[in-house]
């Protein structure tokens, strides 16, 4: 939310930040909806400390590209897709079911939105959160 209220306010003469703005705000509600009680529940059962935030913030931020974007089997398409993982072309999948390349894909596009979004507001969460 940080990242789209400095956009928001930025001299950028497009209406891509006022996009980021109006979709971060459900988008953090929604986490914050999942987050707060888990954490809560974390911090009941076993304590809570920076390293418990952050990997909770990991899953909560992955769920939704996890699920958005499963690869899953599609038996009607026949044939290949082809995609490009670190500069190697390689095959994803193969008449409709993912190859091993396919899940690596699927597996680096979410924990790249989960570290880079999940992670970090669950830093934010256990820096606002520490007692001492």
């Known amino acids: 939310m940080l990242l ?12 891509g930040p006022a996009f980021i703005l109006i979709f971060s705000i459900p988008i ?17 059962y076993c304590g809570l400390n920076l390293f418990k935030c952050m990997c909770l913030g990991l899953i909560v931020g ?4 996890g699920i ?21 072309d390689v095959i994803k999948a193969v008449n409709g079911y993912p190859t091993l ?10 924990l ?3 570290l880079l979004f999940g992670a970090t507001s669950g830093l934010g969460y256990g820096l606002l959160y520490r007692k001492d």
Request: overall charge negative.
């Open 4 to 15: 789209a209220g400095t956009l928001g306010f930025s001299k950028i003469n497009s209406a």
């Open 28 to 44: 953090s509600l929604a986490h914050m909806m999942i987050y707060v009680p888990l954490a809560l529940i974390i911090e009941r």
């Open 62 to 65: 992955s769920l939704y590209p």
């Open 68 to 88: 958005n974007d499963w690869p899953y089997p599609d038996g009607s398409y026949i044939g290949r897709v082809e995609d490009t993982l670190i500069g190697i």
């Open 101 to 110: 390349w396919g899940w690596l894909i699927y597996l680096t596009h979410v």
């Open 112 to 114: 790249t939105v989960g």
